[in-house]
C-alpha cells in the first residue's frame, strides 16, 4: 500500500467567483514509504499548498488524500490535528520555535501532545539534540542561537516525535551554503533510517539532494522521476 495517494486533487479559492484560483488543479500523486522526494515550483506554483495538503494542515476542495490507506478529506480540524501529531514532523524556513521555551522544551513540545510522559519527553529530546550535535544548547533560548542552530533545533524535534513523515518547507532558505548542506544531510540521514522525507522547495540544485523530483506549475504537475541529474529543457528555462 502506498503511503501516501492523491487522485485528482483539486484546491480551489473563491470559488464561482470571478477571481477563482485553482491553486491545485486534478493533481494526482503517489508517495512511497521511505522516499525522499522534492517538490519543486516557483512561487504560485502549487507547491506549498500542495505541502498544505499532504501535512494535513489543510483539506482538498475536491478529489481524494490517502495517509497510509485513511481518507483525509472529510476528517475534523480536531481529527487532522490528531493525524499531524502522531504521523507528521514539520521542518519550515523560518523554524517555529517558540521563544518563551528554551531549546529542549521546543524539541519536547510535539511529544506532550502524544501524551508522551515529562520524563521522557526530555530524554529523547536531548538525545535528539545530541543527534544534531547541539546538546549543549538545551537550556539556552531561542533568540540565543543562529539560524542554523535554531534549524538544527527544528531538526531535533522532528527526530524526537519519531514521526514517520517529514515535510521540509524551505528548510535551507535562510542558511547559508554550509549550514544548508549540513541540513540536508541530516534529512539524509533520517530517510537512511526509515523516515519518508518530503522536500518543497525553489531551487533546482536542493532538489537535485532528492531522490525523486516533482516538479509542480501552476497547479499541475509537470514532471515526475527520479532524479538523474539531468535537468529537463523546461527545468533550466525556470
Not at 164 to 173: I, K, N, Q, R, Y
Request: glycine share 8%; aromatic share 6%; proline share 4%.
Amino acid at each position: 500500500m502506498k503511503l501516501i495517494e492523491l487522485h485528482n486533487v483539486y484546491k480551489i479559492y473563491g470559488e464561482g467567483r470571478e477571481n477563482q484560483v485553482n491553486a491545485l488543479d486534478g493533481v494526482s500523486l503517489e508517495i512511497d514509504r521511505g522516499e525522499f522526494v522534492a517538490i519543486i515550483g516557483a512561487s504560485g506554483s502549487g507547491k506549498s499548498t500542495m505541502m498544505n495538503i499532504l501535512g494535513c494542515l489543510d483539506v482538498p476542495t475536491y478529489g481524494d488524500y490517502y495517509l497510509d490507506g485513511v481518507p483525509v478529506r472529510e476528517k475534523s480540524r480536531r481529527e487532522l490535528e490528531l493525524i499531524r501529531s502522531r504521523q507528521i514532523s514539520f521542518i519550515f524556513q523560518g523554524y517555529n520555535l517558540i521563544p518563551s521555551l528554551n531549546v529542549w522544551q521546543n524539541v519536547a513540545l510535539p511529544m506532550l501532545y502524544q501524551k508522551v510522559p515529562l520524563a521522557q519527553r526530555k530524554k529523547r529530546a536531548m538525545e535528539a539534540l545530541e543527534r544534531v550535535e547541539i546538546g549543549s544548547k538545551a537550556e539556552s533560548r531561542p533568540t540565543q542561537l543562529s539560524g542554523g542552530q535554531q534549524q538544527r533545533v527544528a531538526i531535533a524535534r522532528a527526530i524526537a516525535t519519531g514521526s514517520p513523515v517529514l515535510m521540509a518547507d524551505e528548510p535551507t532558505g535562510a542558511l547559508d551554503s554550509k549550514t544548508g548542506a549540513q541540513v540536508l544531510a541530516l534529512m539524509k540521514e533520517l530517510n537512511a533510517g526509515g523516515t519518508t522525507v518530503i522536500l518543497i522547495t525553489h531551487d533546482n540544485s536542493i532538489a537535485a539532494q532528492a531522490r525523486r523530483t516533482v516538479r509542480v506549475k501552476d497547479g499541475h504537475i509537470l514532471h515526475d522521476s527520479a532524479w538523474d541529474g539531468v535537468l529537463l529543457p523546461e527545468e533550466v528555462a525556470q
